[in-house]
């Protein structure tokens, strides 16, 4: 019975790793949070929240033959939860890095924003990942 | 729809540029060529309108934060206009909203800069 | 090899068969062919079409328990193909009716043009109809 | 963007309505309702300016249909106004641009009624 509720709220995207997908699904994810009534403010952070994720999963998260991201949508009534899964050989989460926000600029300049964007932009986010790969599930309340 | 181009305006002492698309890394680094091309020229002092783009990445904000690097070295002035809310935000995350200002208008990041 | 290449072209979605969701797989589809660089009126016949398609495949297509479609995009170097597959009893393709079009407008009023509008406005159009579901397989050349 | 609605502009001897949004059964039948309201106060002419709506569907178009015919049937006017190609394209298919004039603006459409 749940599980045919949640197949009716369901949207499930599946995407080659390549460069420009990521917008796709940050499109997908605009309409389908406008379809919900979603306030503008929160669709441009669910937007980049997806395209960081899919952005990781491509260039880290995608060494294996299928070479396909997918990108699930769960439309709650108070919520949209997204999660980005990859194949790749995935990385150890604890270690993720984060900016001293004091730090001078040539320090902020260095890549490694995305997972802290996403956390600091989405409402929940949760990182699971092994050898076989990457799972990042984020949701936004409206 | 990933696609990018800047249009500019050369003013008396400073320069507008437009953006119009995604500003990731081609984005960001067609951005930072322009500004150098123009520093080049002498200018030091630039207007962002980020009107026509509607998504950013993380790594065409950190090209942005290269950007701003190059003209505070040279004292110069960076203001942004016309940004969607998440690239106002996403220089707030980024700790730069003390040096870069952010305007509704065009024209408003114009009379900051001409102070 | 072959296989792989496709992959990497292949865009998968799937959606609840349910009112509004036609439009979600539409939008999916504009960007799609604005991604390959398609023109205006041939973005407008493909939303089009895949509207159809799955109001056809919600309406007819899916009385079966999990009430999803699947429609797939592959983007290939001259065309866009998209196919829109249901889990329902299927249907008889060879009775198709077409409406005459000189017929008065009363008769043209009724509803049944969605399969006929699908292969005006499409280059290619196949279906494939079984008790198992149907499958609906249209191209748009560039 | 599953939404409808539909504004009105009341003039001499004819109605604009404007369109916004999903032309489906829904928005069909909205369009249906407005148009027999008007007919009951004596309209006969109309047209629909379609500026806003990006999609439409079979069944709204049928709607559409439906809607056309009552018109004619007291000797009524109908004209459409800034249509997708689309919009125009199934009018066409259905057999119906000998019923409907599709004008590119609604001044155009306007001044068809008057004469
Ligand atoms: N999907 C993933 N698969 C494997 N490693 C990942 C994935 N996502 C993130 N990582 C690792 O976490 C690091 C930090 O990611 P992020 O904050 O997005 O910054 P960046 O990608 O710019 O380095 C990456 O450099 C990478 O080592
Ligand atoms: N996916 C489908 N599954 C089962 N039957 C279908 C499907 N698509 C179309 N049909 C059958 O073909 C008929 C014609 O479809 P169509 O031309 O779209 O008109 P309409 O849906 O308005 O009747 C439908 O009435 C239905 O009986």
């Not at chain 1, 669709?43 to 699930?72: L, P, R, T, W, Y």
């Not at chain 1, 939860?81 to 926000?101: M, Q």
């Not at chain 2, 990933?2 to 680094?29: A, H, M, P, Q």
Request: net charge negative; proline share 1%; hydrophobic share 40%.
């Amino acid at each position: 019975m749940e599980i045919l509720e949640q197949k009716q709220n369901e949207i499930n995207l599946s995407i080659p790793s390549k460069h420009g997908m990521e917008v796709i699904a940050a499109k997908l994810s605009e309409n389908l949070s406008l379809f919900k009534g979603f306030e503008q403010k929160k669709i441009e952070q669910i937007k980049m929240a997806i395209i960081e994720a899919c952005i990781n999963a491509f260039e880290h998260g995608s060494d294996s033959k299928e070479k396909v991201v997918k990108v699930d949508f769960l439309l709650c009534e108070d919520k949209i939860e997204v999660t980005v899964t990859d194949t790749g050989k995935g990385f150890d989460v604890s270690k993720i890095k984060k900016h001293a926000l004091s730090s001078p600029l040539k320090e902020k300049s260095k890549r490694g924003w995305g997972i802290q964007l996403i956390h600091k932009i989405m409402d929940e986010v949760e990182i699971t990942s092994s050898s076989k790969g990457t799972i990042i599930k984020m949701s936004k309340f409206k | 729809m990933v696609n990018f181009s800047i249009s500019v305006e050369e003013k008396d002492n400073y320069v507008v540029l437009k953006t119009d698309g995604y500003v990731n890394n081609l984005g960001g680094r067609a951005i930072a060529d322009k500004v150098h091309d123009f520093m080049e020229k002498g200018y030091k002092n630039f207007v962002i309108n980020f009107q026509k783009s509607e998504i950013l990445n993380s790594i065409g904000a950190c090209i942005l934060i290269e950007v701003l690097d190059s003209i505070l070295e040279v004292e110069g002035k960076l203001k942004f206009s016309n940004c969607i809310e998440i690239i106002a935000q996403t220089m707030e995350i980024m700790g730069l909203t003390e040096y870069i200002d952010i305007y509704e208008t065009q024209e408003e990041a114009e009379n900051a800069i001409k102070d």
